[in-house]
């Protein structure tokens, strides 16, 4: 997994730490910096500070950790923000609660990686939602049909939480905004778009 790989790069890096450098996301402060600066301001600008709550799925923590310091303190407007993770890994649930980490396998690639990330601000999350393989991938399907747009599984994870939330008598009239950072083009070949091209484009793509 993530942590596996992680620990192999540190590995090589130890090995020579002239000849290897590791940026490592998970815990380069400049990782939530830049979304603090960039993608913040950006949303606060489209919104025109009318955001109410932020939907973003946890890979490294750097997006939900940038955008609500910026938001949060910077602007002091007190944004709920809702962490999205997988259900069959959820560590941050877990963390907030005070229990053990348990750690599991599950299809949604680019957010629950098995670990809390150095970046991850905790004291900046409000709530967490969990979300499953499946549900992550339907809804990563109807962003393509539906809406033009080929993301990732991960984006459907974030897609199914904002879509729940927004249907929830709690939220009515709020401004939800979510994030959708991984294009759809590398999962081609996954179940998330199995049985969606037929033989004859099989047989012209390969």
Known sequence: GMKGAI???????????????LPNQFKNPANPKIHED???PEIWEDTEGGIDVLVSGIGTGGTITGI?????KGKGKPIMSVAVEPVHSPVISQQMRGEALTPGPHKIQGIGA????????LSLVDRVESVTNDE???FARRLSREEG????????AAAAVAVRLARSPEFEGKTIVTILPDAGER???TALFEGWFD??????SS
């Open 136 to 138: 992550s991938i339907e």
């Open 199 to 204: 033989a004859a484009e099989v047989t012209v």
């Open 114 to 121: 098995g670990f809390i990330p150095d970046v991850l601000d």
């Open 149 to 156: 747009i080929l993301s990732g599984i991960s984006c459907g």
């Open 7 to 21: 620990e192999k790069a540190d590995e090589i890096v130890a090995s020579d730490p002239v000849k290897y450098f």
């Open 68 to 72: 609500s310091r910026f938001i949060k």
């Open 187 to 189: 999962y081609l070949t």
């Open 38 to 40: 960039t993608t913040g």
